[in-house]
């Protein structure tokens, strides 16, 4: 079975830009939930989205946005972008937004220049 | 308080050595305690959880101890081989309403030497 997958593997902007994430999570799974992982640090929580909701929001300015389509797949969206935006995205995936077990994908590199 | 704080930083072990990560937390109300193993250039993959009504779990080399009153937890990894050599990370997590969030660690990076 395909875990969790995210796209686009790396990502090159410049400050200002506007960048959109996609992530599928492994099938069956409803709920998405999206990390920013700064270089030497844990993952910092940033949305969660069940049945297309956001059910859970961490402390990240409103340029970042997120949603969930119908399969369950989910873009988190980043506007203006700034260098400290720099960072490793991640989306894991859970059966349901309550679900302990997460499943993390490879994630996808962005760096602001 | 949300945070989560794990040591050492760094963790150097020869082969067939024990590994121990500790981590602390305050929010009494995490009821879900997981242990990530992260390699370079990937996401965390998920190796070992536990609930705060046990007070040890074992899978294979990796084992949990939980102390509930202290509110710490950590990380045993026994015969440690060099493939072990990864970024550790240990997390917490509360159902805040309908939804569960992760809050991590600030990681161990442990090298295992042959």
């Known amino acids: 079975d395909a875990g969790v997958t995210q796209s686009p593997t790396h990502l090159i902007k410049t400050r200002g830009q506007h960048v959109t994430l996609r992530c599928s999570p492994i099938?069956?799974?409803?709920?998405v939930s999206w990390y920013q992982q700064v270089l030497g640090q844990g993952p910092q929580f940033i949305f969660q989205y069940y049945e297309k909701e956001e059910r859970g929001r961490g402390n990240f300015p409103d340029r970042f946005s997120a949603r969930q389509f119908p399969n369950y797949s989910s873009e988190l969206n980043v506007n203006a972008l700034l260098l400290g935006d720099s960072a490793l995205y991640l989306c894991?995936?859970?059966?349901?937004?309550?679900?302990?077990?997460?499943?993390f994908g490879p994630g996808t590199r962005l760096t602001v220049l | 308080q949300q945070q989560v704080k794990q040591s050492p930083q760094s963790l150097i072990v020869q082969k067939g050595g024990i590994s121990i990560i500790n981590c602390a937390y305050e929010?009494?109300?995490?009821?879900?305690f997981p242990w990530y193993q992260q390699f370079p250039g990937k996401g965390p993959a998920l190796l070992i959880a536990i609930r705060p009504d046990v007070s040890e779990k074992k899978e294979g080399r990796f084992t949990i101890s939980f102390n509930k009153s202290a509110k710490q937890f950590s990380l045993h990894i026994m015969d440690s081989q060099p493939g072990d050599s990864a970024t550790y990370f240990c997390a917490a997590s509360n159902r805040g309403g309908s939804a569960r969030q992760l809050t991590f660690g600030s990681g161990t990076q442990l090298t295992v030497l042959p």
């Open positions: 894991a995936s859970s059966l349901s937004g309550s679900t302990d077990t997460q499943y």
């Open positions: 099938s069956g799974h409803k709920s």
């Open positions: 929010n009494t109300a995490f009821d879900y």
